[in-house]
């Protein structure tokens, strides 16, 4: 994607793409381009669908500029919402077809992977996310707790970590509007599950929960542990933040600390930094809520959905591998970020596809092919 990434990263992180940037940069590079959802038009698209951005555009010229990149928008007069929805739809439901062709590479045409997502509720009605949803303890959500708007924690993380494939299923466990009463019992009963991945976009911090979910955690060592680093401006490991009061800070081999990046590819304001922090994913997306509906999901709960999605990626073309294995993969295949938390410190930042290619490589090696045919069978076209 190249410089033009930058530009629509740099313009989403500004609140602003002016008119000299449009016209002279953005719009000339798109209209080179084949129509199509790719990755400089999907980043187009998302600062569209960002209220906040200030775009000096005419309303007609995003309105078929949408349309010709495969998402129709009937009406381009306020046409905000049905941007979101639209991408929100896309980027929960559509099919990487680069996951596909690789699980043929590698010979697991019928891969699945089963992942337990621990949260507060579920909306098992979701049109886009309910097909995905197998089993566990989903809970409903009560309807005088919640009123119209209420976008639900749980159904906005279930729409990242399944996102780009059918083949992650998703077993929901809820602990309702409680984490320090119910989440210890949602968890016991998730970890009672076939389930090889836990997505855990939550804070733990009080000692005692803290114990009892080190203790669970280092009892399940074949199975990976996705954890949010945490929203707060502070270290992690430090202050109030170290092992024995708050879960992220635990070091274990198969627990994944996930920061959260924002659209400079720099730490995202008002969540946790610090060398505990395996990787950063994106710290927000468009991704569905309650109701059937669609909207922002942010923070390092929505980063920690996309590492396990990542991480579900890898295991179905790599099922082999260690947590501890998978951690250190997606850590190394993704880009380095100097001075990632402004104060010195690099981090890498998720990157799917490399490291989707990664695993595939190294199961092909030990399948026995040689190395540079197994570069040259998994490379990009």
Same mark, same amino acid.
């Given at each position: ?67 010709r ?14 941007i ?12 990487d ?36 949803f197998?089993?566990?303890k989903p ?28 083949r ?8 309702g ?7 210890a019992? +949602?968890?016991?009963?998730a ?53 024995d009061?708050?879960?992220?800070a ?12 924002? +659209?400079d590819?720099?730490r995202?304001?008002?969540t946790?930094?610090g ?35 990542? +991480? ?15 951690i ?7 880009k ?7 104060? !010195?410190?690099?981090?890498p ?18 399948? !026995?092919i ?12």
């Amino acid at each position: 994607m190249g410089h033009l990434s930058e530009i629509l990263r740099q313009a989403r992180h500004d609140k602003r793409l002016s008119r000299d940037t449009w016209e002279g940069k953005v719009r000339p590079a798109l209209d080179a381009e084949a129509p199509g959802a790719n990755g400089d038009r999907r980043l187009l698209l998302d600062l569209f669908a960002d209220d906040s951005v200030v775009i000096d555009d005419p309303g007609s010229v995003r309105w078929s500029l949408l349309n010709r990149g495969g998402y129709p928008v009937p009406d381009h007069r306020g046409f905000g919402s049905q941007i979101a929805a639209r991408i929100a739809h896309n980027n929960v439901s559509e099919i990487d077809p680069r996951l596909e062709e690789l699980l043929a590479i590698v010979g697991r045409p019928n891969a699945q992977v089963r992942l337990a997502i621990v949260d507060s509720f579920f909306d098992m009605d979701h049109p886009v996310i309910a097909a995905r949803f197998e089993g566990g303890k989903p809970g409903r959500i009560p309807e005088h707790d919640h009123p119209p708007g209420y976008r639900g924690h749980g159904t906005s993380n279930a729409g990242v970590v399944g996102s780009g494939t059918k083949r992650i299923r998703c077993l929901p466990y809820s602990f309702g509007n409680s984490v320090s009463n119910n989440a210890a019992f +949602a968890f016991g009963d998730a970890l009672g599950s076939d389930a090889c991945l836990f997505n855990l976009s939550f804070g733990i911090d009080d000692p005692k929960g803290v114990e009892h979910f080190v203790e669970l955690i280092s009892m399940n060592p074949d199975r990976l542990f996705v954890v949010a680093a945490g929203n707060d401006e502070g270290g992690l490991g430090e202050g109030d933040k170290t092992a024995d009061k708050f879960l992220a800070a635990n070091d274990l081999p198969n627990l994944l600390q996930a920061g959260a990046y924002a +659209a400079d590819n720099k730490r995202m304001g008002h969540t946790v930094w610090g060398d505990l922090i395996d990787l950063a994913g994106p710290g927000e997306a468009l991704t569905t809520c309650v109701g059937g509906t669609f909207g922002m999901g942010s923070h390092t709960s929505i980063a920690a959905s996309f590492s396990s999605n990542a +991480a579900g990626r890898v295991f179905l073309i790599d099922p082999d591998l260690k947590p501890a294995e998978v951690i250190a993969l997606l850590a190394a295949s993704g880009k380095q970020i100097e001075d990632w938390d402004r104060r !010195g410190r690099a981090k890498p930042i998720l990157d799917v596809d490399r490291a989707m290619e990664a695993a595939a490589i190294g199961r092909l090696m030990r399948m !026995g092919i040689p190395r540079l045919d197994a570069e040259a069978r998994v490379s990009p076209r």
